[in-house]
């Protein structure tokens, strides 16, 4: 069946492969484009190291198909600006916010939904950073004081 699908990654176009509609994007992104700030953590969606934003909204790639993902925007830590990629590695930094780098890519995607103003009800803007990230560090107050400084 050759139906073409379009991503749209980090602001360029991508025309999915057949072979790839059913697999997920974490692996696409990894595999095929070389994108190696979306992670493998646990598989399951529960460790935030594979976050993308999706249409703006922050997602777990391990948990979404490439199938279902035609004509959405798609953006991982490449994707984002410089400005914020490197404001946010300066407050880690000054903070002591990350140590083994497993989390990194999931916490910098969830401060950059934050930061264009995604937000949840009821839960501060830090708690809002450390729902569905797992720190394997457990840096996580300071983290929350990265966020505070960010926002």
Partial sequence: MNT???????GNEHSLPDAWHGRRLLDYLRHELSLMSVKEGCG?????????????EPMCSCLLLGGVL??????TVEGLSDDHRQR????CEQHGGLQCGFCTSG??????W??????????NSSDKLLAGNICRCGV????????????
Wanted: a negative charge.
């Fill in 114 to 123: 934050l930061a264009e103003g995604g937000s949840e009800t009821g839960q």
């Fill in 107 to 112: 916490f910098t995607m969830m401060s950059a």
């Fill in 4 to 10: 073409r699908l379009i991503l749209h990654i980090n």
């Fill in 44 to 56: 399951e969606g529960d460790c935030g190291a594979c976050t993308v934003l999706v249409d703006g």
């Fill in 70 to 75: 035609a004509n959405r925007s798609i953006v």
């Fill in 88 to 91: 946010f590695a300066q407050l």
């Fill in 140 to 151: 996580y107050q300071q983290l929350k004081k990265v966020i505070a400084d960010l926002l």
